[in-house]
């Protein structure tokens, strides 16, 4: 696991960013040492939608390693769908995403936090599947 979060952070600071075009969504460039939780979520997250394969492909047409769902996809970056597929691509779209939700660094948020971000953004209140999303992804975030 140690490897998969060291390639996450060092994927994620290498990008920086890049390629998320100019619809509104601008974020800062995640370092590994000032933001170890973005790595951590970002197995977590992956490991839930996809078990962290990035050609994933869900039934309502979710795409990628996080599985993105289209529209919102498109809403956040200039980059083409196609590219959720790409995990450093993906990995910064969906920080983005996190970021836009919240209003807040996605590192900066407890992991109950971000899983309710990127699970069920409009929810106001919990139900037992979106819970039990949220628990499993605390759980492999705090590993």
Request: overall charge positive; glycine content about 8%.
């Amino acid at each position: 696991m140690k490897i998969r979060v060291i390639i996450a952070a060092v994927l994620i600071a290498g990008n920086s960013f890049a390629g998320l075009g100019d619809k509104g969504v601008h974020a800062p460039a995640v370092r590994s040492a000032a933001y170890p939780n973005s790595a951590r979520y970002l197995w977590a997250l992956g490991e839930i939608e996809s078990g962290n394969y990035d050609m994933a492909h869900g039934r309502r047409g979710e795409g990628g390693r996080y599985q993105c769902m289209k529209a919102v996809w498109l809403n956040a970056t200039a980059q083409p769908f196609s590219a959720a597929t790409n995990s450093a691509i993906a990995s910064t779209v969906t920080l983005a995403i996190i970021r836009a939700r919240t209003g807040l660094d996605p590192a900066e948020l407890t992991p109950e936090r971000f899983a309710t971000a990127w699970h069920s953004p409009s929810a106001k209140h919990l139900n037992r599947e979106q819970r039990s999303y949220v628990v499993r992804f605390t759980a492999l975030a705090s590993r």
